[in-house]
C-alpha cells in the first residue's frame, strides 16, 4: 500500500513567519513529489514540484526532498494571509499515478 | 502553468437525470486523466483513471456504469453522472497529467453538482 502522509493540522502561524509543511511517503521507488495549495470550495493549484535530493526555490516558496528519509517539505517564508489554505503533498511512483496526501490546513494570522 | 479547463462549474439536476461533465487540457496533451470527488472539509477522493483511446480504470468502490468515463482525444475528458441522485452531490474536480515535459499534475476548476 501506497501510502503518503501529512499532518492535518490545522497549523497556526503569525503573519510574517515561516510556515513549515511536512509530507513523508512509503515507497522508496517514488520520483517525483508535488506540492497543491487548495483554497477552500476551490480546485487544488500547483506550486512547487521537485524530483532530486535537496532543496528548490521558488520566490516565497521552498521545497526540500530528503528521498533517504522519505521525505518532503515546504516552506513558505514571510508568510501571508492570502497563504490559508489546505496545503497537498502527491507522490508519483509511475507518472502515471499519483497519490495524495489528505492536507495540512495552514492559518496565517494577521 | 499548463491550463486545465472544466465545465460546467455549477450545476444543479433533478434527481434521476443524467449530468455531464468535460475536462479539457487547453494547451498540452494529456493522455492520462484523472477524475475525483471531494465532499466538504475531506480530502480527494480518486475516482478513476481516464486514459485516451481506452477504457477507464475505476478505484474500487466506483461503479463505472454509473459514472461514465469517455477519453475520446488527447484533450478531452468526460464525466457522466448517471441517473443521479441526491448522495451524488458533490464537487467533481478533473486533473490531466502533461505527456511531456516532467509529467507535472494539473487540476481544472471543479464542478459542483447538486441533485435535488
Known amino acids: 500500500q501506497k501510502e503518503v502522509e501529512q499532518n492535518s493540522g490545522p497549523l497556526s502561524v503569525p503573519e510574517g513567519a515561516i510556515a513549515s509543511l511536512n509530507c513523508t511517503y512509503s515507497?522508496?521507488?517514488?520520483?517525483?513529489f508535488f506540492w497543491y495549495r487548495q483554497y477552500s470550495g476551490k480546485s487544488p493549484e500547483l506550486i512547487m514540484s521537485i524530483y532530486s535530493n535537496g532543496d528548490k526555490e521558488d520566490g516565497r516558496f521552498t521545497a526540500q526532498l530528503n528521498k533517504a528519509s522519505q521525505y518532503v517539505s515546504l516552506l513558505i517564508r514571510d508568510s501571508q494571509p492570502s497563504d490559508s489554505a489546505t496545503y497537498l503533498c502527491?507522490?508519483?511512483?509511475?507518472?502515471?499515478?499519483?497519490?495524495f496526501g489528505t492536507g495540512t490546513s495552514l492559518t496565517v494570522i494577521p | 502553468g499548463a491550463v486545465v479547463s472544466q465545465h460546467p462549474s455549477r450545476v444543479i439536476c433533478k434527481s434521476g437525470t443524467s449530468v455531464k461533465i468535460e475536462c479539457r487540457s487547453l494547451?498540452?496533451?494529456?493522455?492520462?486523466m484523472f477524475w475525483y470527488r471531494q465532499f466538504p472539509k475531506q480530502s480527494l477522493m480518486l475516482m478513476a483513471t481516464?486514459?485516451?483511446?481506452?477504457?477507464?480504470?475505476?478505484e474500487q468502490g466506483v461503479e463505472k456504469d454509473k459514472f461514465l468515463i469517455n477519453h475520446a482525444s488527447l484533450t478531452l475528458s468526460t464525466l457522466t453522472v448517471t441517473s443521479a441522485h441526491p448522495e451524488d452531490s458533490s464537487f467533481y474536480i478533473c486533473s490531466a497529467r502533461q505527456d511531456r515535459g516532467n509529467g507535472e499534475l494539473f487540476f481544472g476548476e471543479g464542478s459542483r453538482l447538486t441533485v435535488l
Open positions: 494547451d498540452f496533451q494529456a493522455t492520462t
Open positions: 502527491a507522490v508519483s511512483f509511475t507518472g502515471n499515478q499519483f497519490y
Open positions: 481516464s486514459n485516451e483511446g481506452s477504457k477507464a480504470t475505476y
Open positions: 515507497d522508496r521507488g517514488s520520483q517525483s
